[in-house]
């Protein structure tokens, strides 16, 4: 095995704070995700005690890691509590999908104009789900009894749902990636069709003209746009 095959990238602060997060994606921390709170973290820019579904021991982990002080979890971000798990009353689900969009790990299943389902195993408590749903049919229910943060999450399911999460997040840039494509196409065969036009008056050249516009300000948007999207580094599923 050769040297350069050998040699490993040591995880950086933000990997390894990231590591001790519960990974539930819940956003009570004040960031989108755990990752980006982590990458706060090690900046300096967010303090380590953000995450209620780590409560005590997860503010621990990090101030160990970290060489600083155990301090109580911050009540603004919300309180240590048993594990949730979301349940639909599915007698009253209209199936409008928010939910499913809403879930960070792709815990809902169903389809448009049919019922939702909770899968319990994956779902990881993040009470996402609750605000979007327009007939308030998903209550949060405790599953852990007297158990809190860490004592009712294990690092086997943190890790799994990591994994879900970081799915999500690749499936919905790539499905953003192609709809812009087919919208650039689209808006590239109309000004095809536009240019093909002949015997135009004046009116009608000048309205021509203004949908060319329209739609070369959309081509060019769509071309920044993946440029952007192939020039991101990918984020961290470490």
């Given amino acids: 095995m050769s040297e350069s095959s050998s040699i490993h990238t040591a995880p950086s ?102 019922m939702h389902t909770v899968i319990p195993a994956l779902c990881t408590g993040c009470d996402l789900c609750v605000p979007p749903c327009p007939v308030d049919c998903i209550a949060m229910l405790p599953v852990t009894a007297d158990k809190t943060g860490w004592a009712a999450w294990s690092q086997e399911q943190a890790d799994a749902a990591r994994v879900r999460h970081d799915s999500r997040t690749l499936r919905l840039q790539r499905e953003k990636t192609e709809n812009d494509a087919r919208l650039a196409a689209k808006a590239a065969a109309k000004l095809k069709e536009l240019d093909s036009e002949s015997a135009l008056s004046a009116e009608e050249k000048t309205e021509k003209e203004r949908k060319r516009a329209i739609i070369q300000a959309a081509i060019e948007r769509a071309r920044i746009q993946k440029e952007q999207a192939a020039n991101k580094p990918p984020e961290s599923t470490s």
Avoid at 21 to 35: D, E, F, H, S
Avoid at 76 to 95: K, M, Q
């Fill in 13 to 114: 602060l933000a990997d390894q704070i990231e590591d001790l997060l519960p990974q539930t994606q819940c956003t009570k921390c004040g960031y989108p995700a755990c990752r980006p709170y982590a990458e706060a973290i090690a900046e300096g820019s967010a303090s380590y005690n953000q995450c209620p579904p780590g409560g005590e021991e997860g503010v621990k982990r990090l101030a160990t890691l970290l060489g600083k002080p155990v301090i109580p979890l911050n009540p603004v971000h919300g309180f240590e509590r048993a594990r949730p798990v979301a349940v639909i009353d599915e007698s009253a689900c209209i199936g409008c999908t928010l939910c499913i969009q809403a879930c960070p790990v792709d815990a809902i299943v169903g389809a448009a104009k049919q």
